[in-house]
Each structure stands twice: as structure tokens, then as C-alpha cells.
């Protein structure tokens, strides 16, 4: 279901949108869904990316075999 929104901008910028519309060959309100689709998308994905980023600190990566002792670690 979509809802009706009433948002406020100076005419300058609706001029530029309703160009970049027509290029796009869209509706204003159309081409605008868009763009705040794709933004909202963009943050789900950063915040996507962080958590995994989380998890893999948070974790560690298995490289395999065991871990290095202390010794082994820094020996030369």
C-alpha cells in the first residue's frame, strides 16, 4: 500500500527534479521514490556490512591447525 507524503523544497529544486525525471523518463514522485529507495538500500547494506565486519572481529577467521604458542610466535 503506498501513502501520500508532502514534503517542502525551494522551486530550484524541484526544477532540477522534475529535469532529472524527464531524462529518466519518469514521473517526479516516481523518480524520487527511487532515489529515497535506493538510499534507504544503501543504509541497510552499510549496516549489513558492519555487523559482519563485528562478527569477524568478534570471531576470528579458522586458518587452520592450531594455534602458535607465545614462543613460537616470536621466535626467529
Do not use: C, P, Y
Request: net charge positive; hydrophobic share 40%.
Amino acid at each position: 500500500m503506498t501513502k501520500n507524503v508532502t514534503i517542502r523544497m525551494d522551486e530550484e529544486l524541484l526544477r532540477k527534479i522534475r529535469h532529472r525525471a524527464v531524462d529518466e523518463d519518469m514521473s517526479t514522485s516516481r523518480w524520487i521514490v527511487k532515489v529515497v529507495s535506493e538510499a534507504a538500500g544503501i543504509e541497510r547494506g552499510e549496516e549489513a556490512a558492519r555487523q559482519r565486519a563485528l562478527h569477524r572481529l568478534n570471531n576470528g577467521f579458522h586458518l587452520g591447525g592450531r594455534a602458535l604458542t607465545r614462543e613460537e610466535a616470536h621466535a626467529r
